[in-house]
């Protein structure tokens, strides 16, 4: 692969990585305007929220089954037009059944691109020979923060979910098939590549027990998440005594650090290896859950959820690395099954909480995802598996530094 390609796959991808990041806060962050639309009761709301994520897990497996066949990009540059279709779909429709397959397909292809687009980011790490994944998922975050001022636009003058999904989607549906032309992973111009088994690429299967350890740090890191996205605002109004408005602050602080964390975190992982990197963000994490639960007032509160910030962003891209590292022959294969505790800890994590709250207290709750992500450190040497690192006199030999 000529350097020209690398560079411009390395851009593309960024760009799918940014349009998911503006489509998933666009329909989390509207849920309540989703429920209201459809006239989803609150018992019936957690049945579609769960819904998604397990979908995403199904689509997810169906992306491992199908990634050896056709190459990661070909499913990438179809599943992407219709995670963004299926949110307009959303957006559409005025009955039940409506939401639910739009939801529905909405989950099976958002687990199909998640899966894909790491698999590409991994991929193309390897050929670059240095860690540029967390920039990919710092394009991510900066979606994030766009869909999600969006979002606020669209409920701040009381626009319906169509008016405000359909100018994005027509803005970004173009903008995701031009920039699919240019797709490129580091498999490449090499022997193999779709249509390789677990067991036939490159002699190598994914061994679950191996696997295992990244697959509950990712569990963790996305209980976490969860805990902050779900949580943060009540926290912050009903433990800590802020106001309304000073309610919604923690969790744009939270996405602004995720993305300046994960925009510098790649030059960590050049200079000091990502085990260290690892371990520091996990124990910054920690931290900030400490911080979080002995909060005495809402600005104490709020630094404690900066430092959840930039101590989790680090950790799920690294996972991912580390798994196409651990597995070079079926990297594929081995980010496909990694994904699903994606879900999985999303799925967990906000009910945990909200229980420990109820039966407890919110403040002890917040203890529990902080032991959650401290266990990490228990499982930091997986991320220093050779190659273990990229950069910083770690690089292969003969590797090609191209932006």
Known sequence: MTDARMRHGRASLAVSFFVQGVTFALLVTRIPAIQDRYGISDGLLPVFLAAVPILAGVGSVVTEKVVARVEPRIVLRWAQPVVLLAL???????????????L???????????????????????????????????????????????????????????????????????????????????????????GETPETAGGVSVSFKLLMPLCLVMCFAYIGDSTVSNWSAKYLQD????????????????????????????????????????????????????VVAVAGGAWVGMLGFTMLG????????????????????????????LNIFNYVGFLVGSPLVGALGDAWSYR????????????????????????????GGHERPRTVDVG
């Open 88 to 102: 307009l779909g959303v957006g559409a429709g005025s009955r039940v059944w409506e939401a639910a397959l739009a």
């Open 104 to 194: 529905g397909v909405f989950g099976l292809s958002v687990g199909a691109l998640d899966a894909s687009m790491n698999m590409m980011g991994v991929s193309l790490q390897r050929a670059y020979g240095r860690s540029i994944m967390l920039g990919f998922h710092a394009a991510y975050s900066l979606g994030g923060i766009v869909g999600a001022s969006l979002a606020w636009a669209g409920a701040h003058w009381d626009l319906s979910l169509l008016v405000s999904y359909f100018p994005v989607v027509v803005l970004l549906l173009p903008a995701a098939f031009v920039g699919s032309r240019w797709y490129a992973d580091g498999n490449e111009g090499k022997p193999g590549g779709a």
């Open 239 to 290: 433990v800590l005594g802020s106001s309304e408005q000073m309610s919604t602050v923690p969790y744009n602080v939270y996405m602004v650090t995720t993305l300046l964390g994960r925009a510098v975190g790649d030059f960590g992982v050049r200079r000091f290896g990502a085990v260290a990197v690892v371990r520091a963000g996990t124990v910054l994490a920690a931290a900030g859950f400490a």
């Open 310 to 337: 930039l101590g989790l962003c680090v950790i799920v891209p690294q996972t991912f690395a580390a798994a196409g590292r651990m597995f070079p022959g079926a990297s594929d294969v081995a980010i496909a099954r």
């Open 364 to 391: 002890g709750a917040m203890l529990v995802p902080m032991v959650l992500v401290l266990a990490t450190l228990l499982y930091a040497k997986s991320f220093g598996a050779e190659p273990a690192r990229y950069g």
